[in-house]
């Protein structure tokens, strides 16, 4: 069974870093696309970045490019969101979720088969 575990995340001021873990487990995940998301209160869960564990390409919301940064440790089976120049809409719930399969762009919540049970970031003025 598939088991994803989510670490990192707290409090920090606007313009801080964070990283956010997300250790995987129940399956070799050669074959699937990993992917964070996040919600805020009264808020839709909304895309943030996929990484494709074998070759490791990456997809990014225009929200964060150029401050966040997806990326996959295969030995550690870890995956990883490291946060820069965070911002207060940065604010949310952030999960990991894992999607059966190679696939750019895969941005909607309900192509992802697995998730975790959240980790809050909370960013300051």
């Known amino acids: 069974q598939v088991q994803l575990v989510e670490s990192g995340g707290g409090l920090v001021q606007a313009g801080g870093s964070l990283r956010l873990s997300c250790a995987a487990s129940g399956r070799t995940f050669s074959s699937y696309t990993m992917g964070w998301f996040r919600q805020a209160p009264g808020k839709e869960r909304e895309f943030v970045a996929s990484?494709?564990?074998?070759?490791?390409?990456?997809d990014y919301a225009d929200s964060v490019k150029g401050r966040f940064t997806i990326s996959r440790d295969h030995a550690k089976n870890m995956v990883y969101l490291q946060m820069n120049s965070l911002k207060p809409e940065d604010t949310a719930v952030y999960y990991c979720a894992a999607a059966v399969g190679l696939r750019v762009g895969v941005i909607l919540p309900r192509l992802y088969d697995y998730w975790g049970q959240g980790s809050q970031v909370t960013v300051s003025s």
């Open positions: 990484i494709i564990w074998t070759g490791g390409t990456k």
